[in-house]
């Protein structure tokens, strides 16, 4: 055998192992597969505290193109309005997929925003305490003509928090590991108000009274987990 057959057969071998390698640490458990199917009609509640759904208000709109990249990287999508006894609204926006890998992250607020012609005024991260554990979100505001909307968002994959684009593939990548392709979902909070600190004020508000309406044996799925 002449030196340039055994150097392709030497080729061909470690790519057959590089191929092999990959099949054996790609994810094959489906992490929703092992859990409560998720309805997000019946896990976000419609009353909790003193905040009713306003039937009478569309949730918040998204222009098509977006609403149509929405529905396929998800599986499952909510949007609602919701009142208050003092007649103040948040409008909330839910994404669910069961499979957050690579190939269909969340589609995060700072870049669908801008792509309906908002302009991202701020951004800041912070954290509400959950009494469990830390709830860490993102806060934005967004401008479109006289339109100021504040936003409070995070996204889960699995049971853990990630605000970033970095700690969504530090995520993933904890959970390939171990073989399992994590669930994931963009939880999103906001208000038309001029007033961003208020209105963010009035998020965090609502976003406690809601992490208690949920069940605890379904919380981490939308609130995470604390971390050891």
């Avoid at 309005?81 to 839910?94: A, E, F, Q």
């Avoid at 928090?161 to 999103?188: N, W």
């Avoid at 009035?202 to 379904?218: K, T």
């Amino acid at each position: 055998m002449t030196a340039q057959r055994i150097k392709a057969v030497l080729v061909l071998v470690l790519m057959l192992l590089a191929f092999a390698g990959a099949q054996a640490w790609r994810p094959h458990t489906r992490l929703a597969d092992t859990r409560p199917k998720v309805d997000l009609e019946t896990l976000f509640p419609k009353t909790f505290a003193d905040w009713t759904v306003d039937d009478r208000m569309p949730g918040q709109l998204v222009s098509p193109d977006t609403l149509a990249m929405l529905n396929k990287i998800y599986n499952q999508t909510l949007s609602r309005t919701y009142l208050n006894s003092k007649g103040d609204r948040i409008m909330l926006s839910v994404a669910y997929g069961g499979d957050q890998s690579d190939a269909s992250r969340a589609h995060r607020p700072e870049v669908c925003y801008p792509a309906q012609g908002f302009e991202l005024l701020s951004s800041k991260n912070t954290q509400l305490n959950l009494g469990t554990h830390p709830l860490r979100v993102r806060q934005l505001v967004a401008k479109l003509g006289n339109r100021s909307e504040p936003i409070t968002y995070w996204i889960t994959v699995g049971e853990r928090i990630t605000i970033t684009g970095t700690e969504q593939k530090l995520a993933q990548l904890s959970y390939s590991i171990r073989g399992v392709i994590p669930d994931g979902m963009l939880v999103r909070v906001s208000s038309i108000d001029t007033d961003a600190a208020a209105a963010h004020h009035l998020q965090d508000g609502f976003v406690l009274a809601m992490a208690n309406a949920i069940p605890a044996a379904v919380r981490p799925q939308v609130m995470g987990k604390p971390r050891a």
